[in-house]
């Protein structure tokens, strides 16, 4: 069991220490928006942030995540309103979706810490899951958000 605070609620899942955080989002917090690609920190289709620093969840066990804050892509904004997202939606940076969520958490903690972004911190800072093509426009959906 761990407790955790998860979308600013705490909370407390019963499930053994080693499961990755990913799963006791997903299978126990019912929180499915973040996303399984690799489960090897590679792809970041599941990136949450943890006290502030984006990160695969898929190698963060939940012992790892005791006590820690998760914001999920669910948390970010309730009404789904948050610049990042307004900006992904008005330079048309999405195509399949599967890895949106990662990489708008991936945005906003980088904005977070740096609201004028070069193509460079961008490509740094986001996850390289996406296969769609969208990459331009996902630095230009960034450096908008900034
Ligand atoms: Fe976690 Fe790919 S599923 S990094």
């Known amino acids: 069991m761990a407790s955790l605070t998860i979308n600013a609620q705490p909370l407390d899942i019963r499930l053994p220490e080693d499961t990755p955080l990913l799963w006791a989002l997903r299978d126990a917090a019912n929180l499915t928006g973040t996303k399984y690609g690799c ?3 590679e792809c970041g289709a599941c990136t949450v942030i943890v006290d502030g620093q984006a990160m695969p969840s ?3 066990s939940l012992g790892e995540a005791e006590g820690r804050s998760v914001t ?3 948390g970010l904004s309730p009404d789904r309103n948050h ?3 307004q900006a992904f939606a008005a ?3 999405i195509q399949c979706g599967f890895c949106t969520p990662g990489l708008i958490m991936a945005a906003a903690a980088l904005l977070a810490h740096n609201a ?3 193509e460079a911190d ?3 800072a986001l996850p390289h899951v996406c296969r769609c093509g969208v990459q331009p426009r ?3 959906a960034v450096q908008r958000a900034g």
Do not use: K
């Open 39 to 41: 489960g090897t920190g």
């Open 58 to 60: 898929c190698t963060l």
């Open 72 to 74: 999920t892509i669910e």
């Open 83 to 85: 610049p990042v997202q």
């Open 91 to 93: 330079e048309q940076a």
């Open 116 to 118: 004028d972004p070069s």
């Open 122 to 124: 961008v490509f740094a």
């Open 138 to 140: 996902l630095v230009r």
